[in-house]
T-cell receptor, first 115, second 109 residues
Framework: DGGITQSPKYLFRKEGQNVTLSCEQN?????MYWYRQDPGQGLRLIYY???????QKGDIAEGYSVSREKKESFPLTVTSAQKNPTAFYLC??????????????FGSGTRLTVV | GENVEQHPSTLSVQEGDSAVIKCTYS??????FPWYKQELGKGPQLIID?????GEKKDQRIAVTLNKTAKHFSLHITETQPEDSAVYFC????????FGAGTRLTVKP
């Protein structure tokens, strides 16, 4: 079945440590996105990518980095510069950057906790 | 840019009753309005969407209405069941997809 796979489901980070969240899709979608979800808030866009080797900052990119070396993969690194990283992280993909008006397909999320 | 407001933030209904969630948007250029259902510990799933050239769309027990003049759209769930309990998000697309803050729906048996 086609879909998006996020791993790990739970991740614990120590102070000052970088961690990388994995996102893989086999939907042949061009665009991929990373969102952060905090309790009681909507989804906030961290980074997005329309094509391989190209990505753009979203609303809350500080303290995060991404790469898009393959169409299927869009990993997110939470760096030590992100002072409040505890959150639920969602990866999504769509046919393109949204201008053709199709819904997003979301992964099942990664819950990151600072310990 | 687009701003999406969603109400209410929590909604509790009795099984079999209807539930209505409302969203407003600010950018008149927005042309696509999806609704997502998120169950605990999972990612959001698209349940219904509507485009700006349509006023209403229905799929079994769920329906969405769009009022472009007033810039608001609503999700209607009829004959609610306990498995409808989840967080529901609306969204609006102009150049970017903007999400509402979510509504936690509880259906009491």
């Amino acid at each position: 079945d086609g879909g998006i796979t996020q791993s790990p489901k739970y991740l614990f980070r120590k102070e000052g440590q970088n961690v990388t969240l994995s996102c893989e899709q086999n939907l042949n979608h061009d665009a991929m996105y990373w969102y952060r979800q905090d309790p009681g808030q909507g989804l906030r866009l961290i980074y997005y990518s329309q094509i391989v080797n190209d990505f753009q900052k979203g609303d809350i990119a500080e303290g995060y980095s991404v790469s898009r070396e393959k169409k299927e993969s869009f990993p997110l690194t939470v760096t030590s510069a992100q002072k409040n990283p505890t959150a639920f992280y969602l990866c999504a993909s769509s046919i393109d950057l949204g201008r053709t008006a199709y819904g997003y397909t979301f992964g099942s999320g990664t819950r990151l906790t600072v310990v | 840019g687009e701003n999406v407001e969603q109400h209410p933030s929590t909604l509790s209904v009795q099984e079999g009753d209807s539930a209505v969630i409302k969203c407003t948007y600010s950018d008149s250029a927005s042309n696509y309005f999806p609704w997502y259902k998120q169950e605990l510990g999972k990612g959001p799933q698209l349940i219904i969407d509507i485009r700006s050239n349509v006023g209403e769309k229905k799929d079994q027990r769920i329906a969405v209405t769009l009022n472009k003049t007033a810039k608001h759209f609503s999700l209607h769930i009829t004959e609610t069941q306990p498995e409808d309990s989840a967080v529901y998000f609306c969204a609006a697309l102009d150049n970017d997809m903007r999400f509402g803050a979510g509504t936690r729906l509880t259906v009491k048996p």
